[in-house]
């Protein structure tokens, strides 16, 4: 039985800012709550604990404050989760308590206690079951906890191929914990990032646990690629949500004289995009920005901006994340630059384009996919 912990003085003041905020979306789950209260029974007179994938601070901050640990050392995805956790953190006063690394050794090393958010794919969680098991002390302990209903048995089979013990515990309040220990003997090189050849694009793909489609390539962007030629010609191109930076390096390698920019709020993403672009000698051409939807982009800064936008917001669908990256290739873009958008042709985007950027016109439609040329008035 695990202990009830205090924690809503804190949880009632966490924001998701500068993340979209609703009624009907919140800084903290069910599953954050058990995570912090299954740790009660797992803390030791020296608990060295780390976080992986806290959505806006409820882990680490609830570690702090409910299992009194002195210090966090926490990773997470998303650019706007990290903000969130910053001002989250000054607003309850735990500046200086956490330090946030990237998956790897200075995430995990020496660490005996990790809590962490069951991420969607079982790649993402094939990646950091490993990095645990790799980077953490011998004796650690793995509390990793989902939705029951986004649970799968497929999750504990990914742990199972890196711990000897995954235990699961009962439900509580629609969430679960699987407790993980005795981590197994790791092979000598990370399973991530997968590298693959799409000789379909005569390119290579490197794409880490959390990148979208993994290094496959997206039927929305092989789409859109077909478009490369009568795309202008540009001295600044941005690959808006670039995932493994296919378009960024496809674009770099079409127009050898621009100068190409890759960014996504996923940090999974920019190191996968990175190394693809390495990966096919464009390591110089591309570079490659964690940021939300352009935020520290000059406005006026681009005369081009590739996209194929996302269509989920967590795990419910919401249009809000499209939309939310066309206002920002509005702001970006230069008078005259164009903004290509390719997608699935049963969304009504084009009224939002037209709206958002200028005079929209359609460059092609397949039986699944509209693609769009944007014109910056
Ligand atoms: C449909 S995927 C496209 C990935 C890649 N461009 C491709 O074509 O394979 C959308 C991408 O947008 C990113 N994304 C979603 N919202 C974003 C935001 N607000 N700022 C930056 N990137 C975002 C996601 O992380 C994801 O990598």
Request: proline fraction near 6%; glycine fraction near 10%; charged fraction near 20%.
């Amino acid at each position: 039985m695990v202990a009830e912990l205090e924690l809503e003085p804190l949880f009632g003041g966490l924001r998701r800012f500068p993340d979209v905020e609703a009624d009907n979306l919140q800084a903290y789950d069910a599953t954050d709550r058990l995570l912090l209260e299954t740790a009660v029974d797992y803390l030791r007179p020296e608990t060295r604990m780390a976080v992986i994938g806290d959505r806006y601070g409820a882990l680490t901050l609830g570690a702090l404050v409910g299992n009194g640990v002195g210090h966090v050392r926490v990773n997470q995805d998303l650019y706007t989760g990290r903000l969130a956790l910053q001002h989250n953190a000054e607003a309850a006063g735990l500046q200086g308590l956490f330090s946030a690394h990237e998956l790897g050794k200075e995430l995990l090393a020496g660490a005996n206690l990790v809590l962490m958010q069951l991420p969607k794919s079982l790649a993402e969680l094939e990646e950091n079951a490993d990095a645990v098991a790799r980077y953490a002390a011998p004796d650690a302990v793995l509390l990793a906890g989902g939705r029951v209903k986004h649970m799968s048995l497929g999750m504990n089979g990914v742990l199972e191929r890196y711990f000897s013990s995954v235990q699961p515990q009962l439900a509580r309040r629609k969430s679960r914990v699987l407790v993980a220990s005795n981590p197994k003997p790791v092979s000598t090189d990370p399973p991530y990032p997968v590298v693959e050849q799409l000789p379909e694009l005569g390119i290579t793909v490197c794409a880490h646990g959390a990148a979208f489609s993994g290094a496959r390539l997206d039927i929305g962007t092989r789409y859109l690629l077909t478009f490369l030629d009568r795309m202008p010609e540009v001295r600044r191109m941005v690959d808006l949500g670039c995932g493994t930076g296919i378009l960024a390096t496809m674009f770099a390698r079409h127009q050898p004289t621009a100068g190409v920019v890759a960014t996504d709020q996923s940090a999974a993403a920019v190191a996968s995009a990175m190394a693809t672009a390495a990966a096919n000698g464009l390591g110089d051409r591309v570079s490659v920005i964690h940021d939300d939807a352009m935020s520290t982009f000059d406005p006026g800064s681009a005369d081009l901006v590739l996209l194929n936008p996302p269509f989920h917001l967590g795990a419910s669908v919401h249009a809000g994340a499209a939309l939310k990256m066309f206002q920002a290739a509005a702001r970006v873009l230069a008078p005259g630059g164009e903004l290509w958008t390719v997608y699935n042709s049963h969304l009504q985007y084009r009224p939002s384009l037209e709206r958002l950027i200028g005079p929209t016109v359609e460059e092609g439609r397949n039986p699944k996919f509209t693609v769009t040329r944007s014109r910056r008035g």
